[in-house]
């Protein structure tokens, strides 16, 4: 008999549930016993207007949704599955410009675009940089003997390598982060009193970054912004568009990379025998495993565009689906021992850059170089690091963040 963990009135989009842990064992019985299950939520809480959607838990089922945009819509209600309640509807309708939250052609447009950012040519070129500065990080952090793991260690190489594919001056590299821990710290009320808050830091992001390419347009350089928006005639980006796709790699250039950094350090801490491991033999297989067990973005969601069944189940069309990457990449029928923090696990499909698709992640080969690098930092410079206290986690609808980690340097 099964235990009946996954209540009826469970919804994993509820932001009170992450600020202790993930709910995979919840999720884990969704999987085999409702693998497509409808979730109820009242318009206030959903802010789209309807009164619930469709939780995908299965890796085959996530893959399908995400391998159809035809039928499945990332723009028709967007990617987010639950905004701060009392979310203005103007705002969410607003954001459907962001490459993210659109379908062929017009996404097919955009990532053409900036995919030139994102060549094995372009990333090879941050390489050096990287290594000196996640150097440089754990240095300064280990003269001081103990502090704050996520700020002191996870959040600036991201943040780094960001501004150093589009050519952020160093001395306006703090306010982006900034701007980003506002942005999406809008259910967590160590980072945000309201909503407004975070909107006024995407506007502060977007107002930088159509200023950064006005100013490339009047005077280009040997950078990739120059590159991007050089003349929208040509197929180039408009400085809106620009500040949008700015807007978008705080988040999934930033945000979710330094979280997969802290919980791949906090995994090291509860598999000390996984940390041996990898600094006598530094395996590249390291960052896809970090991304499998955290999932930094949790859930994204489509709207079906006709009547379709999936999984068995019927869905209607308009209706909304979430796929939860949390739950689809501990899927036993994929992932053997999908529990076991393994290091070395090869293959790994884990959907932590998405399911393939139009939407597969642009950034996942930097973001696997920034991870592997930090970690080859950390074994080199303070390989008994210990944790101080136990990781204090952002209460967040589908980020799953880690706002303080107190550690040990040394």
Same mark, same amino acid.
């Given at each position: 008999?099964?235990?009946?963990?996954?209540?009826?009135?469970?919804?994993?989009?509820?932001?009170? +549930?992450?600020? =202790?842990?993930?709910?995979?064992?919840? +999720? %884990?019985?969704?999987?085999?016993? $409702?693998?497509?299950? !409808?979730?109820?939520?009242?318009?206030?809480?959903?802010?789209?207007? #309807?009164?619930?959607?469709?939780?995908?838990?299965?890796?085959?089922?996530?893959?399908?949704?995400?391998?159809?945009?035809?039928?499945?819509? $990332?723009?028709?209600?967007?990617?987010?599955?639950?905004?701060?309640? *009392?979310?203005?509807?103007?705002?969410?309708?607003?954001?459907?410009?962001?490459?993210?939250?659109?379908?062929?052609?017009?996404?097919?447009?955009?990532?053409?675009?900036?995919?030139?950012?994102?060549?094995?040519?372009?990333?090879?070129?941050?390489?050096?940089?990287?290594?000196?500065?996640?150097?440089?990080?754990?240095?300064?952090?280990?003269?001081? *003997?103990?502090?704050?793991?996520?700020?002191?260690?996870?959040? =600036?190489?991201?943040?780094?390598?960001?501004?150093?594919?589009? *050519?952020?001056?160093?001395?306006?590299? *703090?306010?982006?982060?900034?701007?980003?821990?506002?942005?999406?710290?809008?259910?967590?009320?160590?980072?945000?009193?309201?909503?407004?808050?975070?909107?006024?830091?995407?506007?502060?992001?977007?107002?930088?970054?159509?200023?950064?390419?006005? %100013?490339?347009?009047?005077?280009?350089?040997?950078?990739?912004?120059?590159?991007?928006?050089?003349?929208?005639? =040509?197929?180039?980006?408009?400085?809106?568009?620009?500040?949008?796709?700015?807007?978008?790699?705080?988040?999934?250039?930033?945000?979710?990379?330094?979280?997969?950094?802290?919980?791949?350090?906090?995994?090291?801490?509860?598999?000390?025998?996984? !940390?041996?491991?990898?600094?006598?033999?530094?395996?590249?297989?390291?960052?896809?495993?970090?991304?499998?067990?955290?999932?930094?973005?949790?859930?994204?969601?489509?709207?079906?565009?006709?009547?379709?069944?999936?999984?068995?189940?019927?869905?209607?069309?308009?209706?909304?689906?979430?796929? @939860?990457?949390?739950? %689809?990449?501990?899927?036993?029928?994929? @992932? $053997?021992?999908?529990?076991?923090?393994?290091?070395?696990?090869?293959?790994?499909?884990?959907?932590?850059?998405?399911?393939?698709?139009?939407? @597969?992640?642009?950034?996942?080969?930097?973001?696997?170089? =920034?991870?592997?690098?930090?970690?080859?930092?950390?074994? #080199?410079?303070?390989?008994?690091?210990?944790?101080?206290?136990?990781?204090?986690?952002?209460?967040?609808? !589908?980020?799953?963040?880690?706002?303080?980690?107190?550690?040990?340097?040394?």
């Amino acid at each position: 008999m099964t235990c009946p963990v996954a209540h009826d009135g469970f919804d994993p989009t509820d932001p009170d +549930l992450y600020t =202790e842990r993930l709910p995979l064992e919840e +999720l %884990a019985e969704l999987r085999r016993t $409702a693998p497509v299950k !409808w979730i109820p939520q009242s318009p206030q809480v959903s802010n789209f207007g #309807d009164d619930g959607y469709w939780l995908v838990t299965r890796h085959a089922d996530v893959k399908e949704i995400s391998t159809k945009p035809e039928l499945y819509s $990332a723009h028709r209600n967007n990617v987010i599955i639950r905004f701060a309640e *009392g979310m203005d509807p103007g705002g969410i309708d607003a954001v459907k410009v962001m490459m993210v939250n659109m379908d062929p052609p017009e996404h097919t447009r955009l990532r053409s675009i900036v995919q030139r950012g994102f060549t094995p040519r372009a990333i090879n070129a941050l390489k050096d940089a990287l290594v000196d500065r996640a150097a440089r990080i754990v240095h300064e952090s280990v003269k001081k *003997g103990g502090g704050d793991f996520v700020t002191e260690i996870a959040c =600036e190489l991201p943040l780094q390598a960001i501004a150093e594919l589009i *050519g952020i001056p160093q001395e306006d590299r *703090g306010r982006i982060f900034e701007w980003s821990n506002q942005m999406m710290g809008y259910d967590d009320p160590d980072y945000a009193v309201d909503q407004s808050v975070g909107q006024q830091a995407a506007a502060e992001v977007m107002m930088y970054a159509m200023g950064m390419a006005e %100013a490339r347009k009047a005077c280009p350089a040997n950078d990739i912004v120059s590159k991007l928006v050089a003349a929208e005639s =040509e197929g180039s980006l408009g400085s809106d568009e620009f500040g949008y796709f700015v807007l978008l790699l705080a988040v999934a250039g930033n945000e979710t990379t330094r979280n997969a950094i802290t919980h791949g350090m906090v995994s090291f801490f509860d598999n000390p025998e996984q !940390w041996d491991l990898y600094k006598a033999t530094r395996p590249e297989t390291t960052a896809d495993e970090i991304i499998r067990c955290s999932s930094p973005v949790m859930s994204f969601q489509r709207t079906a565009t006709a009547d379709t069944v999936l999984g068995g189940q019927e869905i209607k069309e308009g209706q909304r689906v979430g796929m @939860f990457y949390s739950s %689809a990449n501990y899927d036993p029928e994929v @992932f $053997a021992d999908p529990h076991k923090f393994n290091i070395t696990r090869d293959p790994n499909p884990h959907l932590g850059f998405g399911g393939g698709g139009p939407h @597969f992640c642009l950034g996942a080969s930097l973001a696997r170089m =920034e991870i592997n690098l930090m970690f080859e930092a950390i074994a #080199d410079a303070m390989p008994d690091i210990t944790k101080a206290a136990e990781p204090r986690r952002l209460r967040h609808a !589908w980020i799953n963040g880690i706002k303080e980690l107190q550690v040990n340097y040394v």
